[in-house]
């Protein structure tokens, strides 16, 4: 009975900081070792930005644990595939090649624009949302590559709910859509990244996570590994008339409301008392 009173009072804390944000949000949290749950506006679509990566990068390793592509296989990154924007590629000197493997790792730490092309090309775009289907992510669609405004402008964005991402989350925590791909997908998404949950949450967390923002538009969907507790969350906002700061101020303090509470609860035993 108490934990489902921290569940009602966490739901309702979130739905306080929803309402007040300026813009559109929706947040979801699901623990993985247990049945709790809550989210505000967690079906609604919104803009992905660079969350859409997660699903880039399980597809591309779904595909070669299927040994149907090779991660040791280098690629040339040539001028006219530079993409602006996040990551490092497309500002460097001279001639660039590195391994598939590698690209996908820039793609998730630094976000990178050129590398997620890349990747998405060897991923491919309706293998990818053929995957989302098969795992019953409907609303989570790809439509469009970095950084095209133009299919940005006729309505072809890439979307997500939080519950979905969530879901996906839970699903890669369990070892689907196969083990091998989502162990590695989750260890590539823990390596050290600039994301709002990183920003957010006590230092030395483990997190597996990955950001987004374009503008208007915040995320951030990861896995945070408590001891005893681990739990996924997605953030997700639209429609927003703030600076960044204010944006991401939001983001962050919604992320610790969630933490202080999943924390209490990897911290206690069933009748409440803290004891670790």
């Not at 934990?3 to 309702?12: M, P, T």
């Not at 993985?32 to 967690?42: D, E, F, Q, R, T």
């Not at 803009?47 to 990068?57: C, D, E, M, Q, Y």
């Not at 989570?140 to 950084?147: A, E, F, N, S, V």
């Amino acid at each position: 009975m108490g934990e489902a009173i921290l569940w009602q009072r966490l739901e309702a804390d979130l739905r306080c900081a929803v309402d007040a944000f300026p813009g559109v949000a929706g947040v979801a949290v699901r623990e993985l070792k247990g049945p709790g749950a809550c989210g505000v506006n967690a079906d609604e679509v919104f803009p992905t930005a660079s969350t859409i990566k997660i699903p880039i990068l399980v597809q591309l390793l779904c595909r070669a644990h299927a040994g149907e592509i090779d991660l040791s296989r280098r690629v040339a990154v040539p001028p006219d595939q530079h993409v602006l924007g996040s990551g490092v590629l497309a500002y460097l000197a001279g001639p660039v090649e590195m391994t598939l493997l590698d690209l996908a790792i820039l793609m998730i730490i630094v976000s990178d624009n050129t590398a997620t092309n890349l990747c998405l090309e060897a991923a491919g775009m309706a293998e990818t949302n053929g995957l989302l289907a098969s795992l019953g992510l409907v609303e989570t669609q790809l439509r469009r590559k970095m950084m095209d405004h133009l299919a940005a402008v006729r309505e072809l964005e890439n979307v997500s709910t939080p519950a979905e991402l969530v879901t996906l989350l839970a699903l890669l925590y369990e070892g689907q859509p196969f083990p091998a791909a989502a162990a590695q997908a989750l260890e590539i998404m823990k390596k050290p990244k600039n994301g709002f949950l990183n920003k957010a949450l006590p230092p030395g967390t483990e997190v597996a996570n990955k950001p987004g923002w374009v503008e208007g538009v915040r995320c951030d969907a990861g896995i945070v590994y408590l001891p005893r507790r681990p739990y996924a969350i997605a953030l997700m906002t639209k429609y927003a008339p703030v600076d960044s700061d204010e944006h991401e101020q939001f983001l962050a303090a919604t992320a610790r409301r969630v933490h202080r509470t999943m924390a209490a609860l990897d911290g206690s035993n069933r009748y409440g008392r803290l004891v670790y």
